[in-house]
């Protein structure tokens, strides 16, 4: 069976398509579960990960080893809810982390926006008892829709809406919540999804590679710096500029590590400045 993750517009039903294929499924249904975990396993401030989670971060963000630290936990916890198997993950950028993955279907739920503004407007009268105004609903949903798409362009340099990133793009203006289960859920059980050992391993090995980069955001002696860290059943790669031997003795200490291997990235020379 696969792994499901699902980009989804608001309004546009994802989070409702998402929990009743789940019951179909028998899957595991993630959403705001993630946070809490995250939160749980590391002790975060729940309002500054929930922020990060639905924005891109600020000018001043950008520079922060604190908002780096917050980001690589929510993908760390993404990718361990992966490693589990038969899940079904809501938005995040899972779309993106567990790229080229065999037995993962990556589903993109759409409507146009008129309509996703007219769902929204519902769910917060029932939700609220108070009914918005179509304009302040339409600019909540267009502010979301531009957090969503500048988060994934900050993270990882791609267009949330280009159809290459996804199996399956679902426009619920005509199709009916219960026929978009239907069709994921075809789709899901083809032969192609088919979880293998080999896949499994991928999904291991990327969330290996996020624990150790959590480990070296959170050691007192390598926060300061960045590295780039690859992991392939148990042996990790570290790669960066400085502070390698320490990184070592950081990495060593995370679960499922066998082996820690360095590269030393050489710093170019500055050229002398020419009249």
């Known amino acids: 069976m696969a792994i499901i993750t699902i980009s989804h517009e608001m309004g546009a039903g994802g989070p409702e398509i998402g929990m009743s294929l789940a019951k179909r499924l028998g899957y595991r249904y993630v959403d705001q579960e993630l946070i ?161 050992d080999a896949g499994r391993q991928v999904v291991a090995s990327r969330a290996l590679a996020s624990r150790v980069q959590v480990g070296l955001a959170m050691h007192s002696e390598t926060r300061r710096y960045r590295f780039t860290v690859e992991a392939q059943g148990g042996v990790v790669t570290l790669e960066g500029t400085t502070a390698l031997e320490r990184a070592v003795d950081v990495a060593r200490d995370v679960p499922g590590v066998k082996q820690v291997r360095t590269r030393q990235l050489e710093i170019p020379p500055i050229p002398p400045f020419v009249a």
């Open 36 to 196: 809490q975990d995250a939160v749980r396993r590391y002790g975060l401030a729940e309002e500054k990960l929930s922020h990060l989670d639905e924005s891109k971060p600020t000018l001043f963000e950008r520079f922060d080893a604190e908002t780096r630290h917050y980001i690589t936990i929510l993908q760390t916890t993404l990718l361990e809810f992966a490693e589990a198997d038969n899940v079904i993950l809501i938005g995040r950028g899972g779309q993106w982390l567990l790229r080229g993955i065999p037995h993962v279907l990556r589903v993109r739920v759409i409507a146009p926006f008129e309509q996703r503004v007219r769902q929204w407007m519902k769910r917060t009268a029932e939700v609220t008892g108070e009914m918005p105004t179509q304009r302040a609903a339409a600019d909540f949903v267009r502010r979301d829709d531009s957090e969503k798409s500048g988060r994934m362009r900050y993270l990882y340099e791609v267009n949330l809406a280009d159809p290459s990133l996804y199996e399956i793009v679902v426009n619920t203006e005509k199709l009916s919540y219960d026929a978009a289960v239907e069709m994921i859920e075809r789709v899901s059980r083809h032969p192609n999804l088919a979880t293998t």
